[in-house]
């Protein structure tokens, strides 16, 4: 018997034909708590062909039927699509991502439609603060402290959003500053 190996049957020409698709996105699928201030990627095993990629991905609310604004990215060495909402997401909402099947790889290879949804995180709520709430004859000029359920966007704090009550025949104080610090 002949005991040297067999020579492979594939051709030299031939290679990985693994089908175009996409790998891996963030959020991921069914993930809840998303921040609302979160970008949206979406990574394929190929490059694409981005000239249309505004018209292959939408980003909408499952409850609506208009498609989230904002921009999409490409970067082509991360195979990598990013969706940068114009706004915030709404919170505690399901949204629904979907790749459409017009997107096509560089090689021409079309992708079968892809669709991933995520809930958004609850809503800021307070979780304690400094003076604590009602307490009475408070220093003036006395700074107060809140902690958040949440991350916040910091860009997204302003002095408006708060307000100060007074009681009594005294006026409420103005809130000059807001300072943000995350842990």
């Known amino acids: 018997s002949n005991n040297t ?6 051709p030299s020409w031939w290679m990985n034909t693994a089908e175009f698709v996409v790998g891996a996105t963030s959020p991921s699928d069914q993930q809840t708590g998303v921040p609302v201030c979160s970008d949206i990627y979406i990574s394929f095993n190929a490059d694409i062909n981005d000239n249309n990629l505004s018209n292959t ?7 609506q039927i208009s498609d989230q ?3 999409i990215t490409y970067d082509p060495t991360s195979y990598t699509a990013k969706f940068d909402p ?7 909402t399901v949204y629904m991502v979907t790749v459409d099947a017009k997107t096509q790889s560089v ?10 949804t995520f809930t958004t995180q609850d809503p800021a709520a307070t979780t304690d603060s ?15 402290w809140i902690e958040f359920n949440l991350d916040l966007d910091e860009n997204s704090i302003q002095p ?8 009594g025949s005294e ?5 000059v500053g807001v300072q943000y610090n995350s842990t």
């Open 5 to 10: 190996p067999q020579e492979s049957s594939v």
């Open 57 to 63: 991905i939408r980003v909408r609310r499952t409850s």
């Open 69 to 71: 604004v904002g921009t």
């Open 86 to 92: 114009t706004e915030n997401l709404k919170s505690e």
């Open 107 to 116: 090689d021409g290879e079309s992708l079968e439609e892809y669709s991933f």
């Open 130 to 144: 400094l003076p604590v709430n009602q307490t009475s004859d408070v220093v003036r000029n006395t700074g107060i």
């Open 160 to 167: 408006e959003d708060f307000e100060l009550e007074a009681t």
């Open 171 to 175: 006026a409420a104080p103005a809130i």
